[in-house]
């Protein structure tokens, strides 16, 4: 089993930034790539950016976030910049493109004034 803990989301103003951390545990090893999600509330959890040998973003994330991974720890981040509203989202992390492990809790991000 891999477990998935989700940590670092919280709230934030318009155009700030936070990152968002990943850690994974069990049995991982066999795990090629690394992907974050988010989920709006009523919807079904959408991909934004994976990693596995280089990085990939869908165009609503391109250029303001930024996915890492440290292999040795076996964590997963995602830099989040130039926040907006319609990113307040929860967030997780899972394999990609798609998803095989039990989600973990996730970690919402709130964007307001």
Known sequence: QVQLVESGGGLVQPGGSLKLSCAASGMTFNIRTWGWYR??????RE???????IP???????????????????????EMN???PENA???YCNTAPEWSCQWGQGTEVTVSS
Do not use: W
């Open 47 to 53: 991909l934004i950016a994976y990693v596995g040998n």
């Open 39 to 44: 989920q709006a509330p009523g919807k079904q």
């Open 82 to 84: 130039s926040l907006k």
């Open 89 to 91: 989202r929860v967030y």
């Open 56 to 78: 990939i973003y869908t165009a609503p994330v391109r250029g303001r976030f930024v996915i890492s991974r440290d292999n040795a720890k076996m964590m997963v981040h995602l």
